[in-house]
């Protein structure tokens, strides 16, 4: 059965003006989101995971600018919006995001169910009676007791974890379609965090939500994505079902974010690290943005950019190692130990 796209990013270029010097922060990227999935976007800080996403949202810094390609979305190419008037729509509505740190998402002077009104009120014309039954109804979706007491504090009368779910609250009241999670577990203790991806996953379900799902951790990935994209330098270079990018995956980038898992590591050995540093995207990236890093790099690796080569119909990789005529490179221990795993 073929898959609803609901939001296609076609060739998408960001840059930024920095001290009179232009960053090249996403760089020809693709993507289709497809229709209640959810999508994880992986990568080192810096990868441009925050910057992607904000572009759907016309959230970009005043000093950064879409340069050229096309995010489409119910018809529209939202890469061509200009004017706040032209978002507003789209942001809540249709396109809702909850950050990693709620407290400069909150407002501390406001009751926390005032500021989930606030979002009833923009954008499903709830007021009085309906809008306060309706607050109640989502406090209690999100996991809060006793809803009546906690809608009249304040942020700060509230754990990290609560304050979480509040945020996600107010995403939810302005009922989108596509749910953007930035690293919304990264402030949280590990018990927590389970509690908020599992929270975010059974919204997703009730609500009938497409999610994208922001982090720098693989291990987060496993529990929540049905697809994984891993970013680099501004680019996806693989992307596939999350069972395909776990236990299969292609690009030597991949192969070395899963060898950093502590999870992974083995008792007594060094906990493996990836060597150098990513780019300078000051600079213009010739061949594959990786290659300095990449202790597998063939010489056309720093040469030309790698094409985006096929691993099945839903698992694509942009590495030189996959071209039929490339030398044999066998993955990490570590995946080979992931996969026994799973067969076992």
Known sequence: MEQEVVLSVQHLNVKFSLRGKTLHAIRDVSLDLYKGETMAIVGESGSGKSVLTKSFMGLLDQNGWIESGSILYKGQDLAKFKTEKEWLPIRGGEIAMVLQDPMTSLNPLKTIGAQIEEALRLHQNLSGTASHARTLEILTDVGITEPERRCRQYPHEFSGGMRQRVVIAIAIACNPKILICDEPTT????????????????????????????????????????????????????????????????????????????????????????????????????????????????????????????????????????????PKVEPPEVLKRLRQEEKA
């Not at 599992?198 to 999610?211: A, F, N, P, S």
């Not at 502590?262 to 990836?274: D, H, N, T």
């Not at 300095?292 to 040469?303: G, Q």
């Open 187 to 326: 402030a949280l203790d590990v018990t927590i965090q389970a509690q908020i991806l599992h929270l975010i996953r059974d919204l997703v379900r009730k609500y009938h939500l497409t999610c994208v799902y922001i982090t720098h951790d693989l291990g987060v990935v496993a529990n929540v994505a049905d697809r994984v994209a891993v970013m680099y330098a501004g680019d996806i270079v693989e992307i596939g079902l999350a069972r395909e990018v776990f236990y299969d995956a292609r690009h030597p980038y991949t192969w070395a974010l899963l060898s950093s898992l502590p999870q992974l590591g083995v008792k007594g050995e060094k906990l493996f690290s990836i060597r150098g540093t990513p780019p300078n995207l000051f600079m213009a990236v010739k061949g594959d943005a990786f290659a300095p890093r990449n202790p597998h790099a063939l010489k056309i690796d720093y040469e030309e950019r790698p094409p985006m080569f096929q691993a099945s119909p839903t698992h694509f990789a942009r590495t030189w190692l996959m071209h039929p005529d490339a």
